[in-house]
């Protein structure tokens, strides 16, 4: 599955690069013009890649937050790999919509740490409702509708299982 790298630049420039490995030590870079191009890793440490691109070796060389390629620095303040998801609701959640009111679940089972709405409060989609904790993972609860909060189910310090309602939305 190909991997999304967000490469924001010294300059303030932001980059999107898709890697898709072609195989054991073979890769394709899809850069944001649109071109790809194919790499071959030679050598892989633990702070240093040397990778071969078009015939031409590149050693890669990573210390503290800083990059260099071929011992110049490369002028990156920031790399992040971008996850993408989708919310896809349920049979059950669109049957209780449909029922008289709309509902945010637990996604896993845990303790809630913090509850951020009250009855009353209007919830866009994306905002964090409840903040939970499981396996020492901090989750921010969003939720996936819009509307105003007619009831919240669970307190600060409770454990919930998955699935279990967290607030009620009208």
Same mark, same amino acid.
């Given at each position: 599955?190909?991997?999304?790298?967000?490469?924001?630049?010294?300059?303030?420039?932001?980059?999107?690069?898709?890697?898709d490995?072609?195989?054991?030590?073979?890769?394709?870079?899809?850069?944001?013009?649109?071109?790809?191009?194919?790499?071959?890793?030679?050598?892989?440490?633990?702070?240093?890649?040397?990778?071969?691109?078009?015939?031409?070796?590149?050693?890669?060389?990573?210390?503290?937050?800083?990059?260099?390629?071929?011992?110049?620095?490369?002028?990156?303040s920031?790399?992040?790999?971008?996850?993408?998801?989708?919310?896809?609701?349920?049979?059950?959640?669109?049957?209780?919509?449909?029922?008289?009111?709309?509902? #945010? &679940?637990?996604?896993?089972? =845990?303790? $809630?740490?913090? %509850?951020?709405? +009250?009855? /009353?409060?209007? !919830?866009?989609?994306?905002?964090?409702?409840?903040?939970?904790?499981?396996?020492?993972?901090?989750?921010? #609860? &969003?939720?996936?509708?819009? =509307?105003? $909060?007619?009831? %919240?189910?669970v +307190?600060? /310090?409770?454990? !919930?299982?998955?699935?279990?309602?967290?607030?009620?939305?009208?």
């Open positions: 599955m190909p991997r999304k790298i967000r490469v924001k630049t010294v300059y303030g420039q932001t980059y999107e690069l898709v890697i490995k072609l195989d054991k030590d073979k890769f394709k870079l899809k850069l944001p013009d649109g071109r790809e191009v194919e790499m071959r890793i030679i050598k892989l440490g633990s702070d240093r890649v040397l990778i071969d691109y078009d015939g031409v070796s590149y050693s890669i060389f990573f210390s503290g937050d800083q990059a260099f390629i071929n011992t110049q620095p490369l002028l990156v920031n790399i992040a790999e971008i996850y993408e998801t989708r919310i896809e609701r349920r049979e059950e959640e669109k049957k209780t919509e449909v029922a008289g009111g709309k509902v #945010v &679940k637990a996604p896993i089972a =845990g303790r $809630v740490v913090d %509850v951020k709405v +009250k009855p /009353g409060d209007r !919830v866009k989609q994306g905002d964090v409702v409840v903040v939970m904790e499981s396996m020492k993972m901090i989750i921010e #609860v &969003k939720s996936h509708l819009e =509307g105003e $909060v007619a009831e %919240v189910h +307190k600060k /310090g409770q454990s !919930v299982g998955k699935d279990s309602p967290l607030i009620s939305l009208k």
